[in-house]
C-alpha cells in the first residue's frame, strides 16, 4: 500500500495550540489519551511496515526509543504491534517504569507482560546496529537541550546506519520555532498527529525532519473550529488513515 499525497491545504499548529487540542480531546469530548495513543502507534507501525520495511516486518531487527510521556507512549504502542507481526523488537527507555506517566506506563506494562526486550538507557548508552530505528524519546514538550539518558539515546541514532522514523516530531527539535537543539534526531521521516507544527516547516529544520507524514488520531473537525483554534480544516484523512504531506528533506 502506497501512502497518498494530500495536496489539499493544511494548517500548522503552534506547540500552545496542540495543547489545546490535547485538552478538548479529553476534557470536551471525552476523547481519552489511551485512545489517542492507540491511533498514533497503530499508524506509526503502519508507516514503519510500509515505508521502511517492505511490507515485511517479520524479522527485521527494530530499536524504538521511547521517553516517559506521551510520545513514548505512542513508539511503545508502534513496538508492540510491530512485535506482533513478527519484528525482532528491543525497546530502549530513558526512565524507569516508576517514573513513566500513567498512560505511558501502561503501554510499557504490556510489553513486560508480552516478554519483549526493555532496556533503561544510561548515560554511555550502546545498543547492536538495527536495520530501523523509531524516535518516541521527545514530543512537543520539549524545553531546551535534551539531557541524560535521552540525549545519549539520540546521539545513538544519529550515529547508526539505520534510517530514523520520528513520532511527532525529532526529539530535539522544538515544534513551535524549528530550532534544533542539542543533540536533535536527524531522521528519515516525521509522522507528525492530527496537524503538523509550526516547527516542522521552519527555515533549516527538513534535514531533521525528513519526509514528513501526517497521521489521524480521530479529532472531530468541530474542535478545530471551535473559538480557542478557529481553524477550518478538510477531511484531510477521508481516502487514508495517513497522508504524505511537505516536500521532505533538503
Known amino acids: 500500500m502506497k501512502i497518498p499525497v494530500y495536496t489539499g491545504p493544511v494548517p500548522y499548529l503552534t506547540t500552545e495550540q496542540m495543547v489545546e487540542v490535547d485538552r478538548a480531546m479529553i476534557e470536551d469530548f471525552r476523547i481519552e489519551l489511551v485512545q489517542m495513543m492507540e491511533n498514533a502507534g497503530r499508524n506509526l507501525a503502519h508507516l514503519a511496515r510500509v515505508r521502511f520495511l517492505g511490507g515485511q516486518p517479520a524479522g527485521r531487527r527494530i530499536a524504538v526509543l521511547a521517553g516517559s510521556g506521551g510520545n513514548g507512549g505512542g513508539a511503545l504502542v508502534c513496538a508492540r504491534r510491530l512485535h506482533n507481526w513478527g519484528a525482532a523488537v528491543q525497546v530502549f527507555v530513558t526512565r524507569p517504569a516508576e517514573r513513566f506517566t500513567p498512560v505511558p506506563a501502561h503501554q510499557l506494562d504490556i510489553l513486560r507482560r508480552m516478554n519483549i526486550p526493555v532496556e533503561i538507557a544510561g548515560p554511555d548508552f550502546d545498543a547492536p546496529p538495527p536495520e530501523l530505528i ?47 537543539h542539542t543533540p536533535a534526531i536527524r531522521a528519515e521521516a516525521t509522522m507528525t498527529l492530527a496537524l503538523p507544527k509550526e516547527g516542522l516547516r521552519a527555515p533549516g529544520v527538513a534535514s531533521h525532519v525528513g519526509q514528513l507524514y501526517l497521521a489521524d488520531i480521530s479529532v472531530p473537525p468541530q474542535l478545530y473550529a471551535e473559538p480557542a483554534l478557529a481553524l477550518q480544516v478538510g477531511h484531510i484523512f477521508a481516502q487514508s488513515d495517513i497522508v504524505q504531506i511537505g516536500e521532505g528533506r533538503k
Not at 539518558?149 to 544519529?158: F, G, K, Y
Open 134 to 180: 523509531i524516535d518516541g524519546i521527545i514530543g512537543y514538550s520539549l524545553q531546551g537541550n535534551p539531557r541524560g539518558s535521552a540525549a545519549a539515546l539520540i546521539e545513538w541514532a544519529n550515529r547508526q546506519a539505520a534510517p530514523v522514523l520520528a513520532l511527532d516530531a525529532p526529539s530535539g527539535v522544538d515544534t513551535t520555532s524549528g530550532v534544533a
